[in-house]
């Protein structure tokens, strides 16, 4: 037997409001190809999933269907009218919880890195017996926090591909902390197969936050060449070699630089000493993010 046609119909759709009772009632129309199929045979081959035992009502998500009955027309075999019943899900024992209501699980732990430091604890620069600091500054370990977040969606979010790698452009909050700008940063992202739960489809989006003092990178402004005003063109700059030995020699190791170019008289004062700032990473507001 195959079902050619199941349609809703007005005839027959009823509502109430006693507690007790069955509160809703639509009715569909169905034709088959067989005049020998039975009841069992219709309510078998109904694939609709909004015609199964358990279906939310499409405007009322209280209500469940509870119980279908067919009944054949009077003037045709193959013609079947299928009464389904719906009662409150809550009184059933049904869950009526949406998966993508669930709040964001949120989970915190540390990674570690080791990476070039300039500074210790209380500020002060790192330098060697000479009163330099170290070209490469000094190696070491330095953990991060890092935010794992879990949220059920039923799309792939607008802003997936954009913030890869992308940092915080304002204060934002998460778990109730409050992290500054430029302070965190998009490690990685994940989107799982799908779900379905409680006639709900959706995914779970995972993704990592690391969080440090900031992601603005800095570096020693040093090389081995810097500009010189050119003589033959003024307001124009030439590029030359660094100097060292008081001047006499081209430098063979990098020299310190003021900022804009030009190389840093000789000793050099801890003070002068110039950081450039860069700003590598695209940022992004962190408030668009599924955080609650």
Known sequence: MAILSASEIHDGRSGSDD??????VKVWRVITDDAACDADDVLNDLIDPFAQVGAIHPLDPELAIVRRTATNETFSKTVWIVRL????????GVSTEDPLDEPAKISWSTTTNTEPVFFDKDGDALL???GDYYVEGIQAEVSRWEVK???NVNVVPTWYGTYRNAINSSVFTIDGVSIAARSAKISSFSLGEWKYYNYVWYRELDFSIKIYDTWIQYAI???LRRLVDDPDNAGESL???CLQEGGKLDATSPCFLDGSGGQLAQPVAVGDVTFNAYYIYPEKDFNALPLL
């Open 128 to 130: 060697n017996s000479a």
């Open 85 to 92: 019943e719906y009662k409150s899900r809550t009184q059933l």
């Open 19 to 24: 507690k007790s009772d069955v509160k809703r």
């Open 149 to 151: 977040v879990k949220k």
């Open 239 to 241: 590029l030359v070699p």
């Open 221 to 223: 402004d040093q090389g």
